[in-house]
Nanobody, 128 residues
């Protein structure tokens, strides 16, 4: 079991930037891939980005490629999501999650079913 706590959300104007953080405790953080998802009101939870256990491999939702960057610091048990050039359609609650398996291929980590631990979420609101 791993506990995840997100922070860094807020209100920002379109074109602005935010950096989300997700602090982990419990299960060995450094051996598991991590992901970021988001959920807007009335919509299903949507994959945003994933990162391998060592940070070498990453995978993104097409609409955030070139604008968002996922990274991790295993020494600090923290995963980050740097979000630049934000758009109103990025408005959502953002969740970090820990993968069920250390051996998952990064490109398969696009469904919530691949994750077994979730944070409480942090609100990101982008005004136009």
């Amino acid at each position: 079991q791993v506990q995840l706590v997100e922070s860094g959300g807020g209100l920002v104007q379109a074109g602005g930037s935010l950096r989300l953080s997700c602090a982990a405790s419990g299960r060995t953080f450094s051996t598991y891939p991590m992901g970021w998802f988001r959920q807007a009101p009335g919509k299903e939870r949507e994959f945003v980005a994933a990162i391998s256990w060592n940070g070498v491999s990453t995978y993104y939702l097409d609409s955030v490629k070139g604008r968002f960057t996922i990274s991790r610091d295993n020494a600090k048990n923290t995963v980050y999501l740097q979000m630049n050039s934000l758009k109103p359609e990025d408005t959502a609650v953002y969740y970090c999650a820990a993968a069920r398996s250390s051996f998952s291929l990064i490109a398969t980590l696009t469904t919530p079913l691949k994750y077994d631990n979730w944070g409480q979420g942090t609100q990101v609101t982008v005004s136009s």
